[in-house]
């Protein structure tokens, strides 16, 4: 364990870092479970997806403060800066750490309607469930789970007003672990994906709606304003089961690398995202933006040879979509464009050209661009410049956004914002927040939704998003089966489809 004092300075706070490495043999949902149980937890991770994604998974806990930004306020970034260089990392901690491992600091969430305080943008869409446009919590201890050695880290920083030494901290920590030991989490019971009865979920739009939308988009496309839209839906349906063993089960039949929980007070969001939005680390940024799906099937079971079969079919047809290939080249370029704007003169690259990646339930087409920051940025330098990402926006991003804002009826939230941590290092890991669920008044609200371009068959872009729906509601609905009655049925509440918008 390293040694020294935290000292308050003038400009900000100087934490020093204490860690201890563990071995242990512990469930990953049971200690999701743990720490579900205490005061606003944020976890991130915890599937092994997440070895590909940035190696480590981490849970914490009990914040030391809260930052909240709310629509209405003023000088957000102002704020949103000050906030973020009240606390500075003291650059004498351990050197033998792993490159990368977050010591400490913000975990937390940027809404998509962040963009309207970046750029001038309509604000028609109505805001149901008013949560805030920024919240992030800071935290001196969080244990990290390293996929690679297989082994936990605890880490905690010393603070001037701390009532605890670092060493009582990572007892507590220690004492966490040895209770999620005691526990057993069992697998999560499966769902079928091709029997979601949609005509009882709830939606902020129907089918007729859905494809006039699109009719409309692709008339801006052809008078010039846009290449590509971002449209998307939401469904809602009632919810009563408990947020985490959501989140355990989208682990287990759904594991993404940027998966999240987050305990926001009266709401909680778990993503299973697979999409990163930024990655800052030793001065370089990397974005991964993803464009073209095709469902996925499981390939165990009595149908596997039929499944294999499938799935060979599908990801050659994504492999050679023309339609597909153009929408993730604007979106490359969009990023680039956006890159150039923070980045060191000559040091954009298209580090991983378009490749097909193999998740769970879909495939993706993805790429990576990355670049050199320039020297003496701030966070809100680099948000600005890239927030939102443009694979969820269209391209050009500003014209999409304000269409986006006509065409969607209500406003998207936590969805397609970005969900992540920004640490003391400097080093920030945010998802693109998609494949994301919020629970609120006992309510679960799920959206997806697809690039439109000028060729897109509407019909196909309504079931792409029924697709990317399917393993969102599957799980939503298989938790839910814990609440049984006397003959051991599942308890049924009605529901709705919305009126025609």
Avoid at 180 to 202: M, Y
Avoid at 233 to 258: K, M, T
Wanted: include cysteine; hydrophobic fraction near 35%.
């Amino acid at each position: 364990m390293t040694s020294g004092t935290a000292i308050q300075t003038e400009k900000g706070v100087l934490c020093r870092a204490h860690h201890k490495k563990i071995r242990a043999g512990i469930n990953l949902p049971a200690l999701n479970e743990v720490f579900a149980g205490l005061k606003l937890p944020s976890i991130l991770g915890g599937n092994p997806a997440r070895k590909d994604a940035g190696r480590f998974s981490y849970w914490a806990a009990e914040p030391k403060e809260v930052f909240e930004f709310r629509s209405g306020q003023k000088d957000v970034f102002a704020k949103l800066q000050r906030a973020l260089d009240k606390y500075k990392l003291a650059g004498d901690f351990d050197s033998q750490l792993p490159r990368g491992i977050l010591c400490g600091g913000w975990i937390g969430y940027f809404s998509y309607e962040l963009g309207r305080y970046i750029e001038r943008l309509p604000e028609t869409t109505i805001d149901d469930l008013e949560m805030p446009l920024i919240r992030l919590c800071f935290y001196d201890r969080l244990v990290c789970y390293d996929h690679i050695e297989n082994c936990f880290r605890l880490m905690v920083l010393q603070l001037p007003d701390d009532a605890e030494t670092p060493r009582e901290k990572l007892a507590r920590l220690e004492q966490l672990l040895g209770k999620a030991e005691r526990i057993c989490a069992p697998p999560p019971r499966p769902a079928d994906l091709d029997n979601i009865d949609f005509g009882s979920i709830r939606c902020n739009m129907d089918r007729d709606y859905y494809l006039r939308a699109i009719e409309k988009i692709k008339r801006y496309i052809y008078d010039g304003d846009v290449y590509q839209i971002n449209f998307s839906q939401r469904f809602d349906c009632d919810y009563n089961a408990s947020p985490v063993e959501l989140f355990n089960w989208q682990n287990h039949y759904n594991p993404s690398g940027y998966a999240t929980y987050i305990h926001g007070g009266d709401f909680q969001i778990v993503s299973a995202s697979p999409e990163m939005f930024i990655t800052i680390a030793d001065g370089t940024i990397s974005t991964k933006p993803i464009k073209g799906t095709r469902r996925r099937l499981d390939e165990t079971g009595p149908n596997a040879a039929e499944a294999r079969q499938i799935n060979a079919q599908n990801f050659n047809e994504l492999a050679a979509s023309e339609k597909e290939q153009a929408e993730l080249n604007m979106i490359i370029d969009l990023e680039r464009n956006d890159l150039v704007r923070i980045c060191k003169y000559g040091t954009r690259k298209v580090i991983q050209p378009r490749t097909i990646e193999s998740y769970p339930t879909v495939f993706h087409a993805v790429a990576t661009v990355a670049g050199r920051l320039r020297d003496e940025l701030s966070f809100c330098d680099i948000i600005k410049a890239m927030f939102p990402g443009g694979s969820i926006t269209g391209a050009p991003k500003i014209r999409s956004m304000e269409i986006i804002d006509e065409t969607e009826p209500t406003a998207r939230g936590v969805y397609t914002g970005s969900i992540g941590y920004i640490g003391l290092d400097g080093s920030v890991s945010l998802n693109i927040a998609i494949r994301t669920i919020i629970i609120k008044d006992r309510k679960a609200f799920a959206q997806t939704g697809g690039g439109i371009v000028a060729d897109s068959d509407p019909n196909a872009e309504w079931d792409e998003t029924i697709t990317k729906a399917r393993a969102l509601l599957a799980g939503i609905n298989s938790v839910q089966r814990i609440a049984y009655d006397g003959e051991n049925k599942v308890i049924q509440r009605p529901h709705s489809l919305a009126e025609n918008l």
